[in-house]
């Protein structure tokens, strides 16, 4: 073998496996040392660059280092101590970072569990469901992914603890079996250790099942003895390795390459948190909090003409865009005195506030769940929503007999690219509907979440060094594509200003709702009622 190619070395140690859900859990069997194989060890470009038949190959690879361009766990681990355990944790983690690369290896992997998982409750851990995906995603090499993705079976290994590789591994990237170290728990609470890794393997007869003789073995690992694990690897035919020079020349996954589109994704950090990123956000922390308290008292206590200027100079960039032809009323005759009706898509809890300041209008937003700190500070007038579509309807029929409303009918917010379902209550209510497209950029903190602390979402969002807001009026329905006059259905309306939205920004429509949002993020139906039995299971 060449001398630049790693040795294959034993491990004393193996992983608990577990099989996909709905599938026959491998049995598992006290670990012994297998008998030496003459592996053949590869380069990996060999393999990216074939166009060789891999659907019929199972395929045993190590998670970082196959598919993660970047070197450094760092980043996920920080990510769960800031959302799973809060600035504090976070900033302990990061203050013993320089002693951790010190020690690196299994050591420094045990410290950072240790920091990151100790004392936070097992059921209230979704980090690795809801917010790793998204920064698995954007951190996975092309080249990589595709190889995986060729393979029939699969089979991934990881260094990282099971709770925050399995959903990834599983949902995005099809795996069959992940192969990781679980968590010990006491009461219910993580201890910040991990199992001993000595206990139980699995052989590949009982990983591949009985159709074992179908498929031919591979391995993918990264050029590092450590991460070898000879029970796996030793039935692999060949082995390829991936070298840190060869990932540093790897492409990003492009977005319409996922497995599964990212529409849902929770927890307040909008970049990777590296070491200097990190640092970064620490160092703006205090400047960052008193933009945060200037840019609030900036909108509710001054009018659009003078806080506009002065919300531009701390940082804030608003964009906002009319139709070339005025917004000309499609009310009949009967309708003259009524308000007209703004129909936007929902993306913070300020997209009102925005829409008031596109139309230099005092307007009135209906929502369905505002904390109630959030409604005492609102500089507009709102109006809380029953979901109950009758009660709903009466409402907002009387507000609009009052005045202009503005409305999301999405009933939650979406971070990506992506419409949700449009509620069709609002159709029916009035032929005078204006939509408006919005969409936001933030560079730090995510101004929304489905379980962390809704009233702070604000506060998070003006906490960005530059929050970008986008505003763009369209043309408003015309008289054919209405309930009244164009005899249309509530449901083709609000699917039609659903897809004039979707056009405008460059966004997929799609079918879903503001449960499937919350089942995802927050395992319940996103209604108080629902949050409040999750609490008390918990």
């Known amino acids: 073998m060449s001398g630049n190619l790693c040795s294959l070395e034993a491990l004393s140690s193996s992983f608990q496996v577990h099989s996909k859900p709905g599938e026959t859990s491998p049995l598992e069997y006290e670990a012994t040392k297998p008998h030496a194989n003459h592996l053949k060890f590869r380069k990996f470009n060999s393999l990216a660059q074939s166009a060789r038949e891999l659907s019929n190959k199972a395929l045993f690879f190590h998670f970082e280092e196959t598919l993660l361009k970047s070197p450094s766990l760092f980043p996920y681990f920080?990510?769960?101590?800031?959302?799973?355990?809060?600035?504090?944790?976070?900033?302990?983690?990061f203050l013993l970072s320089p002693f951790i690369c010190l020690?690196?290896?299994?050591?420094?992997?045990?410290?950072?569990v240790f920091l990151c998982f100790f004392g936070i409750r097992k059921e209230k851990m979704r980090v690795g469901t809801v917010v790793l995906p998204k920064f698995f995603l954007e951190d996975v090499g092309c080249e990589g992914f595709d190889v995986v993705m060729r393979?029939?079976?699969?089979?991934?290994?990881?260094?990282?603890?099971?709770?925050?590789?399995?959903?990834?591994?599983?949902?995005?990237?099809?795996?069959?079996?992940?192969?990781?170290?679980?968590?010990?728990?006491?009461?219910?609470?993580?201890?910040?250790?991990?199992?001993?890794?000595?206990?139980?393997?699995?052989?590949s007869n009982l990983i591949l099942g009985e159709k074992k003789s179908d498929y031919q073995t591979i391995g993918i690992i990264g050029c590092h003895k450590e991460n070898m694990h000879e029970q796996l690897f030793s039935h692999c035919k060949e082995v390829y390795l991936v070298t840190e020079a060869e990932k540093q020349s790897w492409k990003s996954l492009p977005r319409e390459k996922y497995p599964e589109p990212l529409i849902f994704h929770d927890g307040r950090l909008a970049f990777k948190p590296t070491q200097l990123a990190t640092l970064a956000m620490f160092m703006y922390m205090p400047l960052g909090i008193c933009l945060c308290i200037l840019r609030f008292l900036t909108g509710i206590f001054l009018p659009?003409?003078?806080?506009?200027?002065?919300?531009?100079?701390?940082?804030?960039?608003?964009?906002?865009?009319?139709?070339?032809?005025?917004?000309?009323?499609?009310?009949?005759?009967?309708?003259?005195?009524?308000?007209?009706?703004?129909?936007c898509n929902h993306r913070t809890l300020l997209d009102p506030l925005y829409v008031q300041l596109a139309t230099n209008k005092s307007l009135t937003a209906v929502t369905y769940s505002l904390s109630t700190v959030n409604e005492k500070i609102a500089p507009m007038k709102t109006v809380r929503l029953t979901r109950d579509r009758e009660r709903d309807g009466k409402k907002m029929e009387k507000l609009l007999s009052q005045g202009d409303l503005v409305v999301c009918p999405e009933g939650t917010t979406c971070r990506e690219p992506y419409l949700l379902r449009f509620s069709p209550l609002f159709a029916e209510l009035t032929d005078d509907i204006v939509p408006v497209a919005?969409?936001?950029?933030?560079?730090?903190?995510?101004?929304?979440?489905?379980?962390?602390?809704?009233?702070?979402?604000?506060?998070?969002?003006?906490?960005?060094?530059?929050?970008?807001?986008?505003?763009?009026?369209?043309?408003?329905?015309p008289g054919s594509n209405t309930c009244k006059l164009g005899g249309k259905s509530r449901f083709e309306v609000a699917n039609y200003v659903q897809n004039e939205i979707?056009?405008?920004?460059?966004?997929?429509?799609?079918?879903?709702?503001?449960?499937?949002?919350?089942m995802a993020l927050a395992g319940?139906?996103?209604?108080?009622?629902?949050?409040?039995?999750?609490?008390?299971h918990a």
């Open 524 to 536: 319940n139906d996103g209604s108080l009622k629902g949050s409040r039995k999750m609490t008390h």
């Open 78 to 93: 920080m990510l769960v101590a800031f959302e799973a355990g809060g600035l504090l944790r976070a900033l302990i983690l």
């Open 151 to 203: 393979c029939g079976k699969k089979v991934g290994f990881s260094d990282l603890p099971r709770v925050m590789v399995e959903v990834f591994l599983k949902d995005y990237v099809g795996v069959d079996v992940v192969v990781a170290r679980e968590l010990k728990v006491v009461s219910g609470y993580f201890v910040g250790l991990m199992e001993a890794k000595n206990t139980n393997s699995s052989d």
């Open 438 to 477: 919005i969409d936001v950029k933030v560079n730090m903190f995510y101004g929304t979440t489905a379980s962390g602390f809704k009233c702070l979402d604000p506060v998070f969002h003006f906490m960005n060094p530059n929050p970008v807001y986008s505003i763009k009026l369209l043309e408003n329905l």
């Open 103 to 112: 020690v690196g290896g299994e050591l420094g992997l045990n410290i950072m």
């Open 502 to 518: 979707g056009r405008a920004l460059d966004f997929r429509c799609t079918s879903l709702t503001r449960k499937d949002k919350y």
């Open 304 to 343: 659009h003409s003078i806080c506009s200027p002065i919300l531009a100079f701390t940082g804030t960039i608003t964009t906002i865009s009319k139709p070339k032809s005025s917004i000309s009323s499609t009310n009949d005759e009967g309708e003259k005195q009524r308000g007209r009706l703004y129909v």
